[in-house]
């Protein structure tokens, strides 16, 4: 390869040092995991993990295990998807769990049949006023706005008072989750109309997560708002300098992270035909887990969201793996907490080694 | 004299004081169209402190500062820049997880299609131009899509001075460029600044090193305990003669008293 291609002025360059992209460390990691499960389940259960062993089904692979797998975090994933982005910019979320359960409570509230099964819907928060069957874009757009309102929120309260974003959305974690139990007084809603089921059914949470996440990689490669996004996580004050509208930029990516996770509230309530105020407790931890075994660096400026779907994998691999090999959840939380230290180790070594090269 | 075509930057009676310290005091002087100034003086004698109420990064306590014919006041570099004035900061102002043509259209970036903060990038074009930007400045990186954390010193400034002198302006302010580079990539960055001279643009030079000054610039003037005590031509003058000024052994005649 001719050093032009890549450099200028002459000076040699070897391709062969050119270090390895983090996603491809990343995927080789979950390949071994999976790989690590198929031994652990013939020596452990005397089954496959991934391939099918039923004569009854004629497919390769275990079909339906891996549709559980990716439904069971396809959710989670979407809110990733904006945490992944408020982290490369160098910030955290905590709020999203709480946003989505916030969120699902108004748009549920906003989602509900008149009548089931002939009888007046008893879970109807908004029987009297008349608000229901209400056309599906309504339910949708209530959803999407209320996340978007309290990821404004998040952004406002970090840009202008520039208080750290963990505090921040800590606040917001609280907050959010009490608006989750005043909207209806801690009541669950249920009932919601049949154009709604739809929004969650099957594998469409798959589908939706897979457009949240193409969408989103292609903007965070080839748009001024992944650029900046990058640029602000990597030097602040060099993106300030650089004429980048910092404060702007950030109530923008906060606000984009929180209409997804009221994207993902509609999607979850909509799947589960409900809506309750404990819902997506602990979600924003998963989230945050997902982009840091994807390789998103929490000192920002790297990472992607190629990575953090294939963190999302991860987790969902050693999850179902877990389940599939009889194990107590108990140990799934305790491994789930080494796997997250473990990855923001590697993080740092793989820094320490760049700088070193 | 026409005022507005020939001078680029006027300063009259530029004054700063932090509390009751008077780091800069009334100091005046003119920087002409295509002229490179070199500002010279021991450390804490009031340059940087110049460098800065110009560029907008402090405000001043008094005086008046006219750029390109109109009274300016900059709030902040931002509005510098855009008015025309480039500059090399000592902390660089880089992204160190871009790459190289990112970083040098950092904030203003090539768009293919506008769509607000969501505009696409025109990644082929600034590579091409960051290409022929480094070209033409003589500027060597091994691989432009690296991400400039791994690269050295020498090259992360050389990206830094590509950047002012890849986009046109009226001015260019340096302030200590080569301080922390070896002998090659010195010599690369005064590279850089001939090509400022060639293409006309002015520009205000910050540095310890006299070789350089004389190689380089046309006048140089000279603080002191944060008053302006010399302003000489390069031909009026020499090493042992700056020095004087900057020791405090000479003053200027036209300053007489000042210091």
């Known amino acids: 390869m001719s050093d032009t291609a ?41 089954n496959s993990f991934l391939f099918n062993t039923s004569d009854r089904i004629d497919t390769l692979f275990n ?15 979407i809110i990733a998807i904006g945490v992944t982005q408020v982290i490369i910019m160098g910030g955290i979320d905590l709020s999203s769990g709480s946003v989505l359960g916030a969120v699902a409570m108004v748009t549920m509230s906003f989602a509900q049949a008149s009548e089931v099964n002939g009888n007046p819907n008893p879970r109807a928060l908004f029987l009297e006023q008349g608000w229901v069957d209400l056309p599906v874009l309504v339910p949708i757009m209530v959803g999407l706005s209320a996340g978007a309102l309290a990821g404004f929120i998040n952004g406002f309260l970090i840009a ?12 917001m974690l609280l907050s959010a989750r009490g608006v989750a139990l005043w909207w209806s007084n801690g009541n669950p809603l249920s009932f919601p109309t049949e154009s709604y089921k739809i929004i969650g059914a099957g594998m469409m949470p798959v589908y939706i997560f897979l457009f949240i996440a193409v969408l989103f990689g292609l903007i965070m490669k080839y748009t001024v708002y992944g650029k900046h996004t990058y640029a602000i996580g990597s030097n602040e004050q060099s993106a300030r300098m650089s004429g980048i509208k910092v404060e702007r930029h950030k109530i923008l990516v906060y606000t984009i992270a929180g209409i997804l996770a009221g994207l993902a509230a509609i999607v979850l309530s909509s799947k589960q035909e409900t809506a309750q105020t404990g819902m997506g ?77 | 004299m026409n005022d507005t075509q020939e001078t680029i930057l006027k300063v009259e009676g530029l004054t700063k004081h932090y509390g009751g310290v008077h780091a800069l005091q009334d100091a005046s002087c003119e920087i002409r169209r295509g002229e490179h100034v070199a500002i010279m003086g021991d ?32 709030p902040g570099p931002l509005a510098a820049r855009e008015a025309g004035i480039e500059t090399v900061f000592q902390n660089l102002a880089l992204a160190d997880d871009l790459d190289v043509p990112s970083n040098l259209f950092l904030g203003r970036e090539k768009v293919l299609f506008n769509l607000g903060p969501f505009s696409i990038l ?33 090259q992360r400034q050389c990206v830094a001075i590509a950047r002012t002198a890849t986009f046109p302006s009226k001015l260019t302010i340096m302030d200590e460029p080569t301080a922390a580079l070896g002998v090659q990539e010195t010599a690369q960055v005064e590279e850089i600044i001939r090509t400022l001279k060639e293409s006309g643009e002015s520009l205000i030079l910050v540095s310890h090193n006299m070789r350089q000054v004389f190689d380089l ?20 003058t020499d090493g042992q003669d700056v020095v004087a000024y900057i020791t405090g052994a000479k003053t200027g005649a036209e300053y007489a008293g000042a210091a």
């Open chain 2, 217 to 236: 610039v046309d006048r140089i003037i000279v603080f002191r305990r944060g008053r302006i005590v010399a302003n000489l031509n390069k031909e009026d």
């Open chain 2, 122 to 154: 025109d990644r082929r074009g600034m590579r091409k131009a960051t290409e022929e930007g480094l070209m033409r400045t003589g500027v060597k990186i091994p691989n432009l899509n690296n991400s400039i954390r791994n690269m050295s010193g020498g």
């Open chain 2, 43 to 74: 450390n804490g004698a009031g340059k940087s402190t110049f460098v800065r109420q110009i560029t907008g990064v402090e405000q001043r306590t008094a005086g008046k500062v006219v750029f390109d014919g109109r009274e300016v006041s900059f």
């Open chain 1, 281 to 357: 407790v602990m979600y924003e931890l998963d989230a945050i887990a997902m982009a840091v075994i994807g390789g998103v660096s929490l000192s920002g400026g790297r990472g992607s969201v190629l990575g953090a779907t294939i963190g999302m994998l991860i987790l969902g691999v050693i999850l179902s793996g877990f389940i599939f090999l009889r194990l107590d959840a108990y140990y799934q939380e305790i491994v789930k907490g080494a796997i997250i230290v473990g990855a923001v180790v590697l993080d740092q070594w793989r820094q320490q080694r760049a700088m070193a090269r």
């Open chain 1, 63 to 77: 079909i339906q295990r891996i549709k559980i797998m990716i439904l069971q975090f396809s959710i989670i994933g």
């Open chain 1, 160 to 171: 202008v008072t520039r208080i750290p974003p963990f505090i921040a959305t800590l606040g």
């Open chain 1, 6 to 46: 890549h450099g200028v002025g002459g000076l040699t360059f070897d391709a062969k040092k050119r270090s390895v992209p983090t996603e491809l460390n990343v995927f080789l990691a979950l390949i071994l995991i999976v790989v690590i499960f198929e031994i652990l389940g013939w020596w452990m259960v005397d």
